[in-house]
């Protein structure tokens, strides 16, 4: 089954504020997860990445959380804007037996709407 | 410094025909990721390569294979194509074997007719 999924499909903010994006991981082994942004007709776009020995990790305008507890992942886009528009996708990579790295395991993703 | 390239954009099949997919990593990087994407879902793990081999497969049928050159750069190829094999198909790139952070292209947008 899916090991990352996503609280809610779409989420329509206003111009200006804060966007939070929350999403859930099952397996408890996964030690590193990333966000992606994913604009209509165009690949995904690394945002940000946080390793599971982290509970906080901020880049421009975004934050990522991570609460191990009770396996949640969080994006917070600051002061949003209309360019921030995209589906936004958590991924996460589960450690490999081989040791190696397998592939990312990605949720279905949430619409991030923005309001003039 | 150039991203991700993938080519073609756009590809016209009819089911039980084969397609080839290009990718060039990002500069620098070794290690190349295939995903799947359906419309509205996210993208779905294929398989991995790195030094010319798969290191890495998903869940997906003996159907899709690869094959990774010395330059880095990598093919998917897909048999007998079904109406489901209607997807964007993405690469990423990724430095090292264990370096976890994928950089995607394009995508290639394919249709089975």
């Known amino acids: 089954g899916e090991s990352v999924g996503l609280h809610l499909p779409t989420l329509s903010v206003q111009e200006g504020d804060n966007s939070i994006i929350n999403c859930a991981y099952s397996n408890s082994a996964s030690d590193y997860f990333i966000w992606y942004k994913q604009e209509s007709g165009k690949g995904p776009q690394f945002i940000i990445d946080?390793?599971?020995?982290?509970d906080k990790r901020q880049g421009q305008r975004v934050t990522v959380l991570l609460n191990k507890t009770v396996k949640h992942l969080s994006l917070q886009i600051a002061a949003t804007q209309p360019g921030d528009s995209a589906v936004y996708f958590c991924a996460e990579i589960l450690p490999n037996s081989g040791g190696g790295a397998d592939g990312l395991t990605f949720g279905k993703g949430t619409h991030l709407i923005i309001q003039p | 410094d150039a991203g991700v390239t993938q080519s073609p954009t756009h590809l016209i099949k009819t089911r039980g025909q084969q397609v080839t997919l290009r990718c060039s990593p990002k500069s620098g990087h070794d290690t190349v990721s295939w995903y799947q994407q359906a419309l509205g879902q996210g993208p779905q793990f294929i398989f991995q390569?790195?030094?010319?081999?798969?290191?890495q497969r998903g869940n997906f049928p003996d159907r899709f294979s690869g094959h990774q050159f010395p330059n880095y750069s990598s093919e998917l190829n897909v048999n007998a194509l079904l109406l489901g094999d209607s997807a964007l198909y993405l690469c990423?790139?990724?430095?090292?074997?264990?370096?976890?952070?994928?950089?995607f292209g394009p995508g290639t947008r394919l249709l089975v007719l």
């Open positions: 390569y790195y030094e010319e081999e798969e290191r």
């Open positions: 990423a790139s990724s430095l090292a074997f264990r370096e976890e952070t994928q950089y």
């Open positions: 946080i390793r599971s020995n982290m």
